[in-house]
C-alpha cells in the first residue's frame, strides 16, 4: 500500500515539475516580463498629472502602463543630453513610448537603445540657442533626441494632435521593418500598406489645394495635420500617430479612412490578456526603477 503511495507522491511531483516548467516555457515564448514591478507614488502622480492617456485608463489598465513604463527603464536608457534631467521627464519620455505600443502583448523598439534629452529645440548639430534651432526631435541610428521644453509641451496640450516623443518613437516602429519609408509594413499588413497609400495621396492632394492660398510652415505646431507631415513619407506616418493617439475623436470624425487603417494596426495585437506580475515594496537601499543610478531613497521615494 505504502508502495503505491509513494509512487502517487512521486507522479504528483513529477505533474507538478511538468505544469511549471510549462508555465514557465510560455512565458518565456511570448516573452513576458515575469519579475515583479515597481511603481513609486511619485510615478502615479506625475501620471496622474500630466499624461492624459493614463488618466483616463481604467485602474487594471493603469497598473499595465505603470508596468510597461517600468519595463521601458529597463530596455532603454534615457540620458541628459546638455542639461540634468528628473524623474518627470524619464516618465514622459517612457509614456511616450509605451502610448503606441500599449496595446501590444509585448513590444520591444528593437533598435533603440539611448533616449537623450536635449536642453531646448536644437539644430542639425544638436547645438541650442543659435540659428535654426527648430528642431524638437531626431532619430539617429540607435539615438532618439527629444528637445526638453517640447516634450513638455507634448503632453502639457494633450488634444493638440502634436506630441514629439510619440512622433520619435512612431519612426522607431516604421523602422522595426528596416526602412523609415512611411509605410510600417509589420504594423500594418499588406492590405493596410496599399490602403494607407491611398489615403496618403488623397490626403496630400487636399493639401496641395489649401497651399495655394498660404505658405508652407513646417515646424509649425498646429494644424489639423500639420505641413511637417509632407515633408516625408515617413513623417507623414508619423504626424498621423500624433494624432491618433493624440484625438482619435476629432482623427475617426476627420479622416475615417486613416483613423481606420490606424486603429486595426494598434488595437489588433490586443488579443491576449495581460497578467500584471506582482507588485513589490522596495527598499529604500536598492537602485530606484526609474533607472537614475541613484538609491531609491535618494530618488523617487521623496
Ligand atoms: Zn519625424
Ligand atoms: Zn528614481
Request: charged fraction near 30%.
Amino acid at each position: 500500500m505504502s508502495f503505491f503511495i509513494a509512487l502517487l507522491v512521486v507522479f504528483l511531483i513529477f505533474l507538478s515539475v511538468m505544469y511549471f516548467l510549462s508555465i514557465k516555457e510560455s512565458i518565456e515564448k511570448e516573452g513576458i516580463y515575469t519579475g515583479f514591478y515597481h511603481c513609486p507614488e511619485k510615478w502615479r502622480n506625475i501620471l496622474n498629472q500630466k499624461v492624459s492617456f493614463y488618466k483616463n485608463l481604467t485602474e487594471i489598465k493603469k497598473r499595465e502602463f505603470e508596468f510597461k513604463v517600468q519595463k521601458f527603464f529597463k530596455d532603454y536608457r534615457i540620458i541628459g543630453y546638455d542639461t540634468s534631467i528628473d524623474i518627470t521627464d524619464r516618465i514622459l519620455v517612457a509614456a511616450g513610448g509605451v502610448i503606441p505600443v500599449f496595446a501590444f502583448k509585448n513590444w520591444k523598439y528593437s533598435t533603440l537603445e539611448v533616449i537623450y534629452i536635449v536642453s531646448d529645440d536644437f539644430n542639425d548639430d544638436f547645438k541650442t540657442g543659435t540659428e535654426n534651432c527648430e528642431i524638437a526631435g531626431k532619430v539617429t541610428g540607435r539615438y532618439m533626441y527629444l528637445s526638453k521644453p517640447s516634450l513638455h509641451f507634448s503632453f502639457e496640450n494633450p488634444k493638440d494632435r502634436f506630441n514629439i516623443a510619440i512622433h520619435e518613437f512612431a519612426h522607431f516602429i516604421d523602422f522595426e521593418d528596416d526602412e523609415v519609408d512611411g509605410f510600417p509594413n509589420k504594423l500594418l499588413g499588406k492590405n493596410n500598406v496599399v490602403e494607407w497609400y491611398q489615403f496618403l495621396k488623397k490626403i496630400a492632394l487636399e493639401k496641395k489645394r489649401e497651399m495655394q492660398n498660404r505658405n508652407f510652415i513646417p515646424n509649425s505646431k498646429k494644424g489639423e495635420i500639420r505641413d511637417y507631415a509632407f515633408t516625408g513619407l515617413g513623417e507623414f506616418f508619423a504626424v498621423m500617430c500624433e494624432y491618433y493617439f493624440e484625438n482619435p475623436e476629432s482623427m475617426k470624425e476627420k479622416y475615417p479612412e486613416g483613423y481606420r487603417i490606424l486603429h486595426n494596426a494598434f488595437s489588433s495585437k490586443m488579443k491576449l490578456e495581460f497578467t500584471l506580475p506582482n507588485m513589490m515594496n522596495l527598499k529604500k537601499n536598492t537602485k530606484c526603477p526609474c533607472k537614475s543610478g541613484k538609491r531609491y531613497k535618494n530618488c523617487c521615494l521623496t
